[in-house]
């Protein structure tokens, strides 16, 4: 799969809340990815920089929308 084929469908201030989100999407049986400059959770504060990022495949990323914006 290449980057073209990836849509970012959220963006979040911390890995806690993507994973939480993340959650979501795989409870609903879509694949994604978190995306961080966090250098894999070991320095927080450089999440900050572009934040966190979930990935889902561009043929998910409405689906995902949708579950994402579901209230909690």
């Known amino acids: 799969m ?3 084929d990836l849509v970012v469908v ?3 201030n911390s890995r806690f ?3 939480v989100a ?3 999407l795989d409870a609903a049986g879509l694949d994604s990815m978190i995306r961080s400059d966090d250098v894999a959770g070991m320095r927080p504060p450089l999440s900050l ?5 979930l990935i ?3 043929d998910d990323a409405m689906a ?3 579950i994402l ?3 909690k």
């Open 2 to 4: 290449s980057d073209a």
């Open 10 to 12: 959220g963006r979040f």
């Open 17 to 19: 809340e993507a994973d």
């Open 22 to 24: 993340k959650s979501a």
């Open 49 to 53: 920089t572009n934040g966190v990022e």
């Open 56 to 58: 889902v495949r561009a």
């Open 64 to 66: 995902a929308r949708e």
């Open 69 to 71: 914006q579901q209230p």
